[in-house]
C-alpha cells in the first residue's frame, strides 16, 4: 500500500450531518427575514471561511458581528446533534483500514472539548491515534492545526493521505504537503470538489477499494 496513515475530516465526511447544518443556519436565516436554503443550495454556497459563507447567505456583519449569528447556529447544532448518524459504510471501511494495518486519525474543524465526545458517542473512538480539533466554534484555523499536526504522526509526508469533503480540505492537505482525497456526500457537491483537481469518490466503499 502507498500510504501507512489516513487523516479524516469529521463532519461531512465520516458525520452525516450536512442536514442539520442547513436547518441550523435556516433557523438563523428566518430571524432575520432572509430566504432559507435547501441542501442543494447549501452544497453550492458552503465555504470557509464560514463568515464569507453567511455573507453570501445574506448576513450583514455591519449590523451585528458574525459571532452573533455563530453563537446562534452552535447551539442548534448542539441541541440535535444526537440525531446525526455516521455516513453508510463508514464504520467497516474503518474497521476494514485498521484491519489491512493503517493507521487513522482525525483532523476537524470542531471545537476540540466537543469532538472527543462525538467520535465516542459514534463508537469510533478505538480506532483513532490522535484526534485534533480546534480551539474556537467558529471553525477557524484548520490550516494552522494541520500543519502542526504533521510533527505529531511518525510518518512521512509521501505516506499520508488526507479524506475530506471540502475544497478546504483539499487546501489544508496542500499546505500540510500531503496527498488528498474528496468525498462528494458531505457539505460541498462534485463539481466544486473536481475542480480542485483531486480524485473525488462518492462512497466510503470505493475509497476503501483505491486504497486497498
Sequence with gaps: MKYKHIIWDWNGTLLDDRW?????????????????????????????????YYERLGFDFKQEPFEVAGDEFVAYYAKFFHK????????????????????????????????????KVHGLLDYFTIIRGIDNQYARGKVELGKSF????PYDKKEVV??????????????????CLLIDHGH?????????????????????????
Design 188 to 212: 460541498m457537491g462534485t463539481e466544486r470538489l473536481q475542480d480542485t483537481g483531486r480524485r473525488v469518490f462518492s462512497r466510503m466503499g470505493q475509497i476503501l477499494d483505491y486504497l486497498i
Design 20 to 52: 442539520l447544518c442547513v436547518e441550523g443556519i435556516n433557523e438563523s436565516l428566518k430571524k432575520r427575514s432572509l430566504p432559507i436554503i435547501t441542501e442543494e443550495i447549501y452544497k453550492k454556497v458552503f465555504s470557509f471561511p464560514v463568515e464569507d
Design 84 to 119: 446525526t448518524k455516521l455516513h453508510n459504510q463508514v464504520s467497516s471501511v474503518i474497521k476494514d483500514f485498521s484491519a489491512a494495518g493503517l493507521s487513522q486519525s482525525i483532523l476537524s474543524a470542531g471545537k476540540q472539548e466537543y469532538l472527543n465526545e462525538w467520535v
Design 150 to 153: 504533521m510533527n505529531e504522526l
Design 162 to 179: 488526507m479524506i475530506g469533503d471540502t475544497v478546504h480540505d483539499s487546501d489544508v492537505a496542500t499546505a500540510m504537503h500531503i496527498d
